[in-house]
């Protein structure tokens, strides 16, 4: 199973962009998006998204599908493959990390998702006090493990199946059925009386809250969402067969992760307001004020909630799937490990990773590594804010500079039909998203204010 020709490779175009699609839309979609826009003001933070998108996330998206369809190989072996006996492999073994890191909190949150369809279904009780029935959950030291262990277990199982029988098979179904639920949800949520205002809170630009720490939290959401900067397009690509045309799948990923964002703000906010809740609440809007909502629907308010956690699960799995495969992929290939011993093994490691980030919400939580924050927030701070960035950047400049454009472009358009990546192509990924995920980055780790 083991030797680089029996790989997996993805049995259709669908499949392929289901399952990276499934990769870039998450919690992030669902969970962070939508606070962080009602944060950073409204509209005006989702235009920064969205130019950030296209001239930092397009580009590298690109790069990273071309990197591992051109080698094969995952993270790590793409860089050793290409550069052989230089540093460069250094940025795989940082996006093997960040894998790492990322899953073994986000499995955390997944488990509480899952714990969610349940408590959603038992506590619609009325006046239930959401607030304490949340932190009750997560700083119990056992319960949010075991659902932990549950979402791993999921997770092992579906990557241990394989590529085509476990990846490409799981997210082909699913992500329809995250859609489907999606469109009931905001069909239910803008019918409500009052939703008018939630719609406004959530498009009206607000340029006054447009700070450098919004275009910073903006420029970090594009490459978590998209699922970039850490080799997992990498990987993903190098499934990927000569034919496939790289630069629309790409627009396809990148316009459906940046639609299902948006839709998942138009289904929280105007329920947030016709129900005259807090939609400032920062990260327990998922879990406090959804909730509180329809509790406050009455009637019909639990299956409408029970299948919003449905939803969190499903988004929170695909995405799950491809940290998993990052770093099962590097193992298989380079260690000449069996897919199954790989997917099971690591998933293990990262399983026990993350229990220091459960605990941190409850009998650990005066342990704060970096800057106040708890465990979780700060390992989500060193893979969203800093090892993301900066293997962004590194790829874009090895892509642009080392590599070279002339054979980027070569490998990228094989395959491509309607759009072919040029010199427009070139700027972008040479001078324009390095530069750009650079000042963010020196800003981000404090070395240079803006
Ligand atoms: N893109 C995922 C989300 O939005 C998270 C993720 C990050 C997945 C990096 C894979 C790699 O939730």
Redesign the pocket.
């Known amino acids: 199973m083991s030797n680089g020709n029996d790989r997996g490779q993805w049995q259709s175009r669908a499949g392929f962009i289901a399952a990276a699609a499934g990769?870039?839309?998450?919690?992030?979609?669902?969970?962070?998006?939508p606070y962080i826009t009602g944060k950073y003001g409204g509209g005006a933070f989702v235009l920064v998204y969205i130019i950030f998108l296209i001239i930092v996330g397009y580009p590298i998206m690109n790069a990273e599908l071309i990197l591992g369809r051109k080698t094969q190989k995952n993270a790590v072996g793409a860089f050793r493959t290409l550069a052989p006996g230089t540093p460069w492999s250094i940025v795989g073994w940082m996006g093997v990390a960040?894998?790492f890191i990322?899953l073994s909190y986000?499995s955390v949150i997944g488990g509480w998702g899952i714990a969610y369809i349940f408590k959603t279904a038992t506590y619609m009780a009325k006046n239930a006090d959401h607030v304490n029935i949340f932190i009750n959950f997560i700083t119990n030291p056992t319960a949010p493990l075991v659902w932990h262990a549950v979402f791993m277990a999921i997770t092992v199982g579906i990557v241990m199946a394989g590529v085509e029988k476990g990846i490409e098979r799981y997210s082909k179904f699913l992500m329809p059925a995250l859609f489907i639920i999606l469109l009931i949800l905001i069909v239910r949520s803008v019918t409500l009386p009052g939703a008018a205002e939630g719609l406004a809170f959530y498009l009206k630009p607000d340029f006054s809250k447009l700070t450098a720490e919004a275009l910073l939290a903006a420029m970090g959401q594009v490459?978590?969402?998209?699922?970039?900067?850490?080799g997992?397009m990498i990987t993903y690509g190098s499934y990927l067969s000569k034919n496939e045309d790289i630069p629309i799948n790409s627009i396809f990923i990148v316009a459906s992760?940046t639609l299902i964002a948006l839709l998942a703000g138009l289904m929280i906010f105007p329920a947030v307001f016709a129900f005259g809740m807090e939609p400032g609440t920062g990260p327990g809007l998922t879990f406090i004020t959804v909730p509180a909502v329809f509790n406050a629907m009455g009637t019909g308010g639990a299956f409408f909630g029970i299948l919003f956690f449905i939803l969190l699960v499903i988004?929170?799995l695909t995405?799950?799937i491809?940290?998993l495969e990052?770093v099962t992929a590097y193992v298989v290939d380079e260690k000449k490990w069996d897919r199954k011993k790989a997917a099971l093994v690591v998933g293990i490691l990262i399983f026990i990773v993350g229990i220091p980030t459960s605990l941190g919400q409850g009998i650990w939580s005066h342990i704060r590594p970096i800057r106040g924050l708890d465990i979780l927030d700060s390992y989500d701070f060193i893979?969203?804010n800093v090892l993301?960035p900066l293997g962004g950047m590194l790829i874009a400049i090895y892509s642009g500079w080392f590599w070279g454009t002339e054979k980027m472009r070569e490998e990228g358009n094989l395959g491509a039909k309607s759009i072919k990546l040029g010199g427009f192509f070139d700027i972008l990924i040479k001078i324009i998203s390095p530069i750009c995920i650079f000042i963010i980055f020196l800003n981000s780790i404090g070395i240079l204010k803006v």
Request: aromatic share 14%; with cysteine; proline share 0%.
């Open positions: 990769s870039a839309i998450g919690l992030g979609n669902i969970w962070r998006f960040a894998g990322i986000y490459f978590f969402s998209l699922s970039l900067g850490m997992c992760d988004a929170a995405s799950a491809s940290l990052v893979a969203s993301l």
